[in-house]
């Protein structure tokens, strides 16, 4: 017999249906509320709302488990590599050798831009914002690509689409890159796999020779990355989308989405909070205290996390990442050192430890993405190449779910009752 709760109110019942997920999770079915009752419920942030059924995720906070499509994200991290790990979120299932090859295939062959979309790029000034551009190439791309511009085309398209964007996006990020660093752009090479590609894009030229272990690093950071359950970026993706807007616009909102400081862009808050503490003379422990100074408005980013109440399992994956990558380059930086001091306090710290403030992923990535060599303000667009296959899951999911309908929140209204019209001689 299937579950129910009753709403009282004003001697009146209400019963709301209960939906049970595979792992046991319920909710409360509210959809038919305001037609029996006139209610709403309000919940500022959608904090407690959930706005669909979906497949490709499972992320339980308290427990501190991650998992795409059913598989740890632990063993993904260790055993597969970020082509693999995209295909699984897209198609909900690991592919064969042929299936990855393939996959992979098409993602080296879309790792080119039209002319015009190149003209685009170079237009911004190299200040401008790297997470602005991508946005805005991305969307541009919509104009080239007609075929792709309604939601109803075959999933031989979507197989397409997906791996075009795949190469697409990460051409466009080392294109603004290179041109920003007053370097000559240098292009896509078939023989590398995703990450080692990328690396090639950004950092190529005469002699360069990609160094295959801190390639392998980057693919667990973008695995880490690839998705992360109804955060605001995807739901913005998915918000868009349900209006039928095409998967350009849809994946570009998302990008604008992840740009904020309190989503993609904590890693690069990360390390201007570690420019700030170096400019202040380095003494990482005088920050500390400032952070749990509630007086104090100093806020210690990269620690804690708004989902996860125990620990973040994408940081301790991250963490040993960060260690093989910092002992492979012997990078000496004040700021990196800065980092390790305060994640070495933190942790014996009974202030953070009780409260469970630990280093998060952005903490790591940050550390990860300076050590690299790549600048502050790219840092959430390496966020953004490793969420890419996570939002077109998330898109591709709810396109394929029957009697899919227009996002459209509630509110309560809260400003002036009705008034009268006063003409301007009067006012």
Same mark, same amino acid.
């Given at each position: 017999?299937?579950?129910?709760?009753?709403?009282?109110?004003?001697?009146?019942?209400?019963?709301?249906?209960?939906?049970?997920?595979?792992?046991?999770?319920?909710?409360?079915?509210?959809?038919?509320?305001?037609?029996?009752?006139?209610?709403?419920?309000?919940?500022?942030?959608?904090?407690?709302?959930?706005?669909?059924?979906?497949?490709?995720?499972?992320?339980?906070?308290?427990?501190?488990?991650?998992?795409?499509?059913?598989?740890?994200?632990?063993? @993904?991290?260790?055993?597969?590599?970020?082509?693999?790990?995209?295909?699984?979120?897209?198609?909900?299932?690991?592919?064969?050798?042929?299936?990855?090859?393939?996959?992979?295939?098409?993602?080296?062959?879309?790792?080119?831009?039209?002319?015009?979309?190149?003209?685009?790029?170079?237009?911004?000034?190299?200040?401008?914002?790297?997470?602005?551009?991508?946005?805005?190439?991305?969307?541009?791309?919509?104009?080239?690509?007609?075929?792709?511009?309604?939601?109803?085309?075959?999933?031989?398209?979507?197989?397409?689409?997906?791996?075009?964007?795949?190469?697409?996006?990460?051409?466009?990020?080392?294109?603004?890159?290179?041109?920003?660093?007053?370097?000559?752009?240098?292009?896509?090479?078939?023989?590398?796999?995703?990450?080692?590609?990328?690396?090639? @894009?950004?950092?190529?030229?005469?002699?360069?020779?990609?160094?295959?272990?801190?390639?392998?690093?980057?693919?667990?950071?973008?695995?880490?990355?690839?998705?992360?359950?109804?955060?605001?970026?995807?739901?913005?993706?998915?918000?868009?989308?349900?209006?039928?807007?095409?998967?350009?616009?849809?994946?570009?909102?998302?990008?604008?989405?992840?740009?904020?400081?309190?989503?993609?862009?904590?890693?690069?808050?990360? @390390?201007?909070? @570690?420019?700030?503490?170096?400019?202040?003379?380095?003494?990482?422990?005088?920050?500390?205290?400032?952070?749990?100074?509630?007086?104090?408005?100093?806020?210690?980013?990269?620690?804690?996390?708004?989902?996860?109440?125990?620990?973040?399992?994408?940081?301790?994956?991250?963490?040993?990442?960060?260690?093989?990558?910092?002992?492979?380059?012997?990078?000496?930086?004040?700021?990196?050192?800065?980092?390790?001091?305060?994640?070495?306090?933190?942790?014996?710290?009974?202030?953070?430890?009780?409260?469970?403030?630990?280093?998060?992923?952005?903490?790591?990535?940050?550390?990860?993405?300076?050590?690299?060599?790549?600048?502050?303000?790219?840092?959430?667009?390496?966020?953004?190449?490793?969420?890419?296959?996570?939002?077109?899951?998330?898109?591709?999911?709810?396109?394929?779910?029957?009697?899919?309908?227009?996002?459209?929140?509630?509110?309560?209204?809260?400003?002036?009752?009705?008034?009268?019209?006063?003409?301007?001689?009067?006012?």
């Amino acid at each position: 017999m299937s579950e129910t709760a009753k709403l009282e109110l004003n001697g009146q019942t209400y019963e709301l249906p209960v939906i049970t997920g595979t792992e046991n999770e319920k909710a409360l079915d509210i959809s038919q509320l305001r037609a029996s009752s006139g209610l709403i419920t309000m919940d500022i942030g959608f904090v407690n709302t959930g706005s669909c059924h979906s497949g490709v995720t499972f992320l339980n906070g308290e427990k501190g488990i991650l998992r795409y499509r059913g598989y740890p994200i632990e063993q @993904l991290a260790e055993k597969s590599n970020f082509a693999e790990v995209s295909y699984l979120l897209y198609n909900g299932e690991l592919p064969n050798k042929n299936q990855l090859e393939e996959f992979r295939n098409n993602i080296k062959k879309s790792a080119e831009l039209p002319q015009q979309i190149e003209n685009i790029i170079d237009q911004f000034p190299i200040t401008a914002h790297p997470m602005g551009v991508i946005s805005a190439a991305c969307a541009s791309l919509a104009g080239f690509y007609p075929e792709y511009l309604a939601q109803e085309y075959l999933a031989e398209q979507k197989q397409k689409v997906f791996a075009q964007l795949m190469g697409q996006l990460k051409v466009i990020a080392s294109r603004f890159y290179r041109r920003a660093q007053d370097l000559q752009v240098v292009k896509s090479d078939p023989a590398l796999n995703f990450s080692e590609d990328f690396l090639n @894009l950004m950092f190529g030229g005469k002699d360069y020779v990609v160094d295959k272990e801190i390639a392998e690093a980057l693919d667990v950071l973008l695995i880490l990355h690839a998705d992360h359950e109804q955060n605001c970026s995807t739901s913005t993706v998915r918000v868009i989308g349900s209006s039928k807007a095409n998967v350009f616009a849809s994946v570009a909102g998302g990008i604008d989405a992840l740009w904020g400081q309190l989503h993609g862009g904590a890693n690069q808050a990360v @390390l201007e909070m @570690l420019e700030q503490i170096q400019k202040d003379g380095g003494d990482y422990k005088k920050f500390l205290d400032k952070a749990k100074d509630k007086n104090d408005p100093f806020r210690l980013m990269g620690f804690g996390h708004r989902v996860y109440k125990n620990f973040d399992p994408r940081a301790k994956i991250i963490k040993k990442a960060c260690d093989n990558v910092l002992s492979k380059l012997g990078v000496k930086d004040q700021l990196l050192d800065i980092a390790k001091g305060l994640e070495e306090e933190a942790l014996k710290d009974p202030y953070f430890v009780e409260r469970k403030l630990y280093p998060n992923v952005d903490f790591y990535s940050g550390i990860i993405y300076r050590a690299l060599g790549i600048p502050t303000n790219m840092f959430t667009v390496m966020f953004v190449l490793g969420r890419l296959p996570g939002w077109m899951a998330q898109w591709k999911e709810m396109t394929e779910t029957p009697g899919m309908k227009i996002a459209r929140p509630r509110q309560i209204y809260t400003g002036y009752g009705q008034r009268e019209f006063i003409n301007l001689d009067n006012r």
